[in-house]
């Protein structure tokens, strides 16, 4: 069975850190990029990072650019997302999504999720 498990999220003040993981499995990740996406109350599905499979190539939507960065880890089949400096207005639920588009048509495509996600709460 092809899913995603996202951990790490949780509840942290303005301006702090999370550490976000997708471990994927049932297929190979290092032949897909990889991208972060948010789903928040009442708004619309948003990419946030996405990472090409093999080159390091990223994209950021321009709200967490030098804030957020992704990473992976294809011997562990895993993905990352590095959050600082949290913001209120990052508040959802996080999830990852693999494909074989290039980053910048994969961050700005809707998808249906594999995971269950994991929720991220910046409120002091």
């Known amino acids: 069975q092809v899913q995603f498990v996202e951990s790490g999220g949780g509840l942290v003040q303005p301006g702090g850190s999370l550490n976000l993981s997708c471990a994927g499995s049932?297929?190979?990740?290092?032949?897909?990029?990889v991208g972060w996406f948010r789903r928040a109350p009442g708004k619309e599905q948003e990419g946030v990072a996405c990472?090409?499979?093999?080159?390091?190539?990223?994209y950021y939507t321009d709200s967490v650019k030098g804030r957020f960065t992704i990473s992976r880890d294809n011997a562990k089949n895993t993905g990352y997302l590095q959050m600082n400096t949290l913001k209120p207005e990052d508040t959802a639920v996080y999830y990852c999504?693999?494909?074989?588009?290039?980053?910048?048509?994969?961050?700005?495509?809707?998808?249906?999720?594999w995971g269950q996600g994991t929720q991220v709460t910046v409120s002091s």
């Open positions: 049932g297929f190979t990740l290092g032949h897909y990029a």
């Open positions: 990472i090409s499979s093999s080159d390091g190539n990223t």
């Open positions: 999504v693999a494909d074989s588009a290039n980053v910048q048509s994969m961050c700005t495509t809707k998808y249906d999720f």
